[in-house]
């Protein structure tokens, strides 16, 4: 199936296109667009899914980044 893209300078005259076309054309454009509506949904969710992924792995390391430098504080015991 052909999409027809109208951008100037090319301007579409009435009758042009049978209407049969231009059916076809707006169907093909909405299941485009449904298409491109999922795969936005689908990147927003994977983008929240980094993003508390990220704030968990950053409230995990900051206790153990202090419990490092506790470490590093105290003194070496020799046998």
């Not at 936005?40 to 983008?47: A, D, K, R, W």
Request: aromatic content about 8%; hydrophobic content about 35%.
């Amino acid at each position: 199936m052909k999409c027809y893209f109208l951008q100037p300078p090319f301007k579409a005259e009435l009758g042009q296109f049978p209407l049969i076309n231009l059916v076809q054309i707006i169907i093909s454009q909405e299941r485009n667009i449904h298409k491109l509506n999922e795969l936005v949904q689908s990147l927003q969710e994977q983008l929240q899914q980094c993003r508390s992924e990220n704030y968990v792995l950053n409230s995990t390391a900051i206790p153990l980044t202090e419990h490092f430098n506790e470490l590093k504080q105290q003194p070496i015991l020799d046998d």
